[in-house]
């Protein structure tokens, strides 16, 4: 299920919720991978005080359908939820999440991870941030989410 | 035929145009691209852009047709 959301919302209430509701696979899945995209305050070295997501309505939910679709093609999936906000965010407050059930773990990692960074790559959604003193600003690019080295990344953003 | 053709553009490229969307009028086949050149004939399109037709990722070379949506944005940032 794809949910577009213009209001805050508690992703692991929207977890336990949809999956209480698939009563069609209850039993059936051994492994859930869920991911959840919180907003930072910061970000490129400034701090930020909240921000806007924009989106293109009709094309992001295709969009999203479509990368759900192919992770399905790619893995043996039981089902996924993809939530992503819109409209005025503060820190703090989830931006995304992806959940995926499967039989197994193997599937529910590898879908999620891919369903997540597809997101990143294709799903119609723009950031303008906004910074402390009134400026605001458009995010130009997602990172890659596929990190060289862990270990050195953490040391650069833990300082 | 006169084929009518609806544009839109979102984000960073909405700002910078100065516009959401257009209407554009055309007599005949026309590329992605050459929408764009109707619609922005001082502008030049920016190298990074995205391209969409009917609401699926389509090359700057895709023809559009009578009755299509056409929208340009910058690379998406969401997640």
Request: zero cysteines; proline letters at 4%.
């Given at each position: 299920?794809?949910?577009?959301?213009?209001?805050?919302?508690?992703?692991?209430?929207?977890?336990?919720?949809?999956q209480d509701s698939a009563k069609h696979w209850t039993g059936k899945f051994g492994a859930?991978?869920?991911?959840?995209?919180?907003?930072?305050?910061?970000?490129?070295?400034?701090?930020?005080?909240g921000m806007v997501l924009e989106h293109y309505p009709g094309m992001t939910e295709k969009q999203l359908e479509d990368i759900v679709k192919q992770a399905t093609r790619d893995w043996h999936l039981l089902d996924a939820l993809v939530v992503h906000r819109v409209g005025e965010i503060k820190p703090n407050?989830?931006?995304?999440?992806?959940?995926?059930?499967a039989s197994h773990r193997g599937d529910a990692f590898d879908a999620g991870r891919q369903i997540m960074e597809a997101l990143k790559n294709k799903a119609p959604f723009w950031k303008k941030e906004r910074l402390p003193n009134g400026d605001e600003r458009w995010v130009e690019h997602n990172t890659d989410?596929?990190?060289?080295?862990?270990?050195?990344?953490?040391?650069?953003?833990l300082g | 035929m006169i084929m009518s053709v609806k544009v839109r553009y979102?984000?960073?490229?909405?700002?910078?145009?100065?516009?959401?969307?257009?209407?554009?009028?055309?007599?005949?086949?026309?590329?992605?691209?050459?929408?764009?050149?109707?619609?922005?004939?001082?502008?030049?399109?920016?190298?990074?852009?995205?391209a969409a037709v009917n609401m699926e990722y389509?090359?700057?070379?895709?023809?559009?047709?009578?009755?299509?949506?056409?929208a340009f944005f910058p690379p998406v940032t969401g997640g």
């Open positions: 299920m794809i949910k577009i959301s213009a209001d805050l919302f508690d992703p692991w209430h929207e977890v336990v919720a949809y859930t991978n869920v991911f959840v995209g919180t907003m930072r305050d910061f970000n490129d070295g400034d701090a930020v005080t407050e989830p931006i995304v999440l992806v959940a995926v059930w989410g596929y990190l060289r080295s862990p270990k050195n990344d953490m040391s650069t953003i | 979102f984000a960073s490229l909405k700002d910078s145009v100065g516009r959401s969307d257009d209407m554009v009028d055309v007599n005949g086949a026309v590329t992605v691209a050459e929408i764009w050149a109707m619609a922005n004939a001082n502008r030049l399109m920016p190298d990074n852009i995205l389509v090359d700057i070379e895709h023809s559009v047709q009578n009755g299509d949506e056409v």
